[in-house]
């Protein structure tokens, strides 16, 4: 979990991956100062203290630098869903960090947090992201239309969905 020492570091990965972040990220223009970081590492450590002492949100961390986040942006205990978001620093693409930390998290949603199903939206031209859940058995559930503003425009998503007895057999 990160908590309030890691605002610093933290918030220097978003500014200096902004730039490559915003091809997909439609909230980078709302972080403008470090205390707009603190404020969103107080909100996880907040949710950690309304789900019962479980965290949902992560920072990964590669050869001791913060590199990128992964979590459960939602989550509906009622019927044991868990929606997963993440994102990783331009400098640390394609070292096989974010494939570890999403099998991880994946992992962790279905034996400690009891989720029977858990979900990823992706941008429909966003290949390089649709590509995780693809390669961890995840299902192509369905296209929802204009789902998201980027900024000048919107995009489309696709849901992806997997279920912890599809899991269990991979």
């Known amino acids: 979990m990160l908590n309030e020492d890691d605002t610093e570091g933290f918030y220097n990965l978003t500014i200096s991956s902004k730039q490559y972040l915003k091809e997909w990220l439609g909230w980078l223009d709302y972080i403008e100062s470090v205390e707009d970081t603190a404020k969103n590492i107080k909100a996880r450590l907040n949710a950690f203290a309304e789900n019962g002492g479980y965290p949902v949100s ?16 939602d989550l509906d205990k ?3 869903i868990g929606v997963v978001g993440y994102w990783l620093g331009e400098k640390f693409q394609g070292k096989g ?3 570890r930390a999403f099998k991880t998290l994946i992992n ?32 192509e559930e369905g296209r929802l239309r204009q789902v998201e ?5 919107f995009v489309d998503h696709i849901i992806y969905g997997l279920l912890a007895d599809d899991w269990k057999k991979s």
């Open 58 to 73: 992560f920072g990964i961390i590669y050869k001791g630098e913060i590199a990128g986040t992964i979590g459960y942006n």
């Open 149 to 153: 503003w980027l900024y000048d425009h």
């Open 78 to 80: 009622t019927n044991k």
């Open 97 to 99: 960090i974010m494939i």
């Open 108 to 139: 962790y949603g279905f034996k400690e947090l009891g989720l029977n199903r858990i979900e990823v939206s992706v941008a429909t031209e966003n290949h390089k992201s649709r590509s995780l859940p693809e390669k961890l058995g995840f299902k």
